[in-house]
């Protein structure tokens, strides 16, 4: 089966490299986009959720937390807000930022903090997600 290659880069650096991946199951904001061997040229905005890679050993999950994808020649570019992979998630730390977040949810905030915290509570919902894939 025909392979190409996934690169998932953050501010605070590189998750993965050229990993030969057979199908993608890729968060986005319109949706979730399955990709393919040879497939079409896509530049889309990243939404926050779990990017699924089929590869040759099993698939292999991973937090992605808004950004860009760009697919071109055999080749998958995830720029990503944030992104963790199963092995390096801290589920303790996903947990408590989710109640953080909760409880700031609870009190009267500008529309600025509303949307800091909700995009904070989706983010830690997503971790603990990507923790029971394991």
């Known amino acids: 089966m025909s392979a190409f290659k996934l690169n998932i880069y953050t501010p605070q650096g590189i998750i993965i490299n050229q990993l030969d991946c ?6 986005t904001v319109r ?3 399955n990709v393919l061997a040879n497939h079409t040229h896509v530049l889309t905005q990243l939404g926050t959720g779990i ?3 089929s590869t040759s050993d099993g698939k ?3 937090s992605i937390t808004a950004g860009l994808c760009k697919v071109l020649d055999g080749r998958v570019d995830i720029l990503a807000y944030t992104s963790e992979s199963v ?3 801290d589920l303790d730390r996903a947990k408590n930022a989710k109640d953080t977040a909760n ?8 529309d600025v903090e509303l949307i800091k915290y909700r995009r904070k509570l989706k983010r830690a919902e997503n971790r603990i997600r990507l923790a029971n894939l394991k």
Not at 103 to 109: H, R, Y
């Open 51 to 53: 990017l699924t890679a």
């Open 31 to 33: 949706g979730e986009i």
């Open 87 to 89: 092995e390096s998630l």
């Open 60 to 62: 292999k999950h991973f």
């Open 22 to 27: 057979i199908e993608l199951k890729i968060p």
């Open 103 to 110: 409880k700031k949810l609870q009190d009267t905030l500008t």
